[in-house]
C-alpha cells in the first residue's frame, strides 16, 4: 500500500518535495515511479527509481526540475520539484513498477497510491 504526500498550492518558481511511503511489501526490492495526470489527460511517467536508489529515468519535460531519490530504511520515495510551473500541475502518484516489465507506461506499473495535488499558480 502506498501513501503520496506533499502536494499543495504553491507559486511558479517555487520548489515542493513529495513523499511516498510504502508499506506491507520489500520495499527496496522495486523500482518506483512517480507519475502525473491532468483532468482529461492520460496519466504520465515523471520519474523512476530503481530498488536500490542507483539509477533513475526522467521525463523529458523534467528537464533537470526535479529529482528522485528513496529512503529504503524508511520505505520512502521522494520527489524533488524546482522551478514548477503551471503546466505542472497534476495530481501526483506513486507506484510499484511490476515484476517482469522493462517500460515506464502507466500499465507497467501498479499498487497505486492515492494521489496527491500539485498545484501551480502563476
Known amino acids: 500500500q502506498l501513501q503520496a504526500s506533499g502536494g499543495g498550492p504553491v507559486q511558479a518558481g517555487g520548489s515542493l518535495r513529495l513523499s511516498c511511503a510504502a508499506s506491507?511489501?520489500?520495499?527496496?526490492?522495486?523500482?518506483m515511479g512517480w507519475f502525473r495526470q491532468t483532468p482529461g489527460k492520460e496519466r504520465e511517467i515523471v520519474a523512476a527509481i530503481s530498488g536500490s536508489g542507483d539509477s533513475s529515468y526522467y521525463a523529458a519535460f523534467v528537464k533537470g526540475r526535479f529529482t528522485i531519490s528513496r529512503d529504503n530504511a524508511k520505505n520512502t520515495v521522494y520527489l524533488q520539484m524546482n522551478s514548477l510551473n503551471p503546466e505542472d500541475t497534476a495530481v501526483y502518484y506513486c507506484?510499484?513498477?511490476?515484476?517482469?516489465?522493462?517500460?515506464?507506461?502507466?500499465?507497467?506499473?501498479?499498487?497505486w497510491g492515492q494521489g496527491t495535488l500539485v498545484t501551480v499558480s502563476s
Open positions: 506491507g511489501r520489500t520495499f527496496s526490492s522495486y523500482i
Open positions: 507506484a510499484v513498477r511490476r515484476s517482469g516489465s522493462f517500460y515506464y507506461r502507466p500499465s507497467d506499473f501498479g499498487s
